[in-house]
């Protein structure tokens, strides 16, 4: 029996300032070196997880402790990977970008086939996406900033949604719908380290779960640089695309506001061995009173989004409510 400490301790994680220079086309030294695999997007494909993290694509393991960095035949995704398995085929998209890749396996190599376009033919590039594969039938999620409109608030996001083309997986059907948007009222979705600002929020990270004939969106607030990152759950029995509610229970998702690793935001929930059902999510380092040099080291640390799994939690009913595991399940552990 092995067992592995959270956060999960990932091999090989390049410096986030080579794909921040990348981007922006500016010299590396006005970037601070950093590590970061935020954002994950997991699969358990033949007795083995594939994380697909930010910055760099992807990582393997069977037991949480040992992984390999595998080749998938593209560098990097830049943030949130949206990755799915579709009429026997994997599909990839990543933050802002309109390619989408394709495979016969989820460990590639993957190659373009596609860019992501409306119904118009125009070209997107959607931020924070995931996939949904309901059947023949291929959804697509990312959030979007929302017109305020008479809301008595400054800025807010939402999570849209959109049907894909089946034969043509990177074409939408229609124009998107809004699923979910900022609700200042719910004080775990407002901005800042204390949730202290009602008039701005940023909802992002979303992620579509299907179980029984309910659908579950799990979706992020307040701000990734915040320790009170949180995630949330709505869910709906009339479809893909509409009729999402809060859980009654248990929202937000995995809040966590105290001791060296807070918060819990943007993530995936994953079907595991024997019935499971699992959580990934992000999560940032925080400290106090140390030397100047070990608080310079953790500054790095600090922006480094790390990744954290929770046990698997059996299906006790058609329409489970998620809930928080024990706290204990949250022990920080170093990165290789």
């Known amino acids: 029996m092995k067992t592995y400490c959270n956060p999960l301790s990932i091999p090989d994680v390049p410096s986030g300032r080579w794909l921040d220079t990348d981007l922006t086309r500016r010299n590396p030294r006005d970037f601070k070196d950093y590590r970061s695999i935020s954002d994950p997007s997991v699969v358990y494909h033949n007795g083995k997880w594939i994380l697909y993290p930010s910055y760099c694509v992807a990582y393997i393991t069977e037991d949480f402790v040992n992984w390999k960095h595998i080749d998938i035949g593209i560098p990097h995704l830049r943030y949130s990977p949206a990755v799915v398995q579709f009429r026997g085929k994997w599909y990839l998209n990543g933050h802002n970008m309109s390619?989408?890749?394709v495979s016969d396996e989820p460990t590639g190599p993957f190659v373009l086939c596609g860019h992501m376009t409306d119904c118009k033919?125009?070209?997107?590039?959607?931020?924070d996406g995931c996939y949904l594969a309901d059947g023949d039938r291929l959804y697509f999620y990312w959030h979007s900033a929302l017109p305020v409109g008479d809301a008595d608030v400054e800025y807010m996001t939402c999570t849209i949604g959109v049907e894909m083309d089946p034969d043509e997986p990177w074409r939408m059907l229609h124009e998107p719908v809004v699923i979910n948007n900022f609700r200042p009222e719910l004080e775990w979705q407002r901005l800042g380290e204390y949730h202290q600002n009602g008039r701005i929020g940023w909802v992002e990270g979303p992620w579509m779960k299907k179980i029984g004939s309910r659908y579950y969106l799990l979706y992020a607030a307040c701000g990734t640089e915040?320790?009170?990152?949180t995630n949330g759950i709505l869910y709906s029995d009339e479809g893909p695309l509409s009729g999402f509610h809060p859980q009654e229970h248990h929202d937000p998702f995995t809040e966590k506001r105290t001791g060296l690793v807070r918060g819990a935001g943007h993530g995936c929930l994953v079907d595991g061995p024997g019935g499971t059902l699992?959580?990934?999510y992000t999560n940032?380092?925080?400290y106090n009173c140390m030397s100047a040099e070990s608080a310079w080291i953790l500054s790095a640390l600090m922006k480094?989004?790390?990744c954290i799994v929770r046990r698997p939690r059996k299906?006790?009913?058609?329409?489970?409510?998620?809930?928080?595991t024990r706290k204990t399940e949250m022990i920080p552990a170093g990165f290789r």
């Open 315 to 324: 299906r006790r009913s058609l329409h489970p409510e998620f809930c928080r």
């Open 99 to 101: 390619e989408v890749y």
């Open 121 to 127: 033919g125009i070209r997107l590039t959607p931020s």
């Open 304 to 306: 480094m989004g790390s």
């Open 284 to 286: 940032i380092f925080c």
């Open 278 to 280: 699992w959580t990934f």
């Open 226 to 229: 915040f320790g009170a990152y």
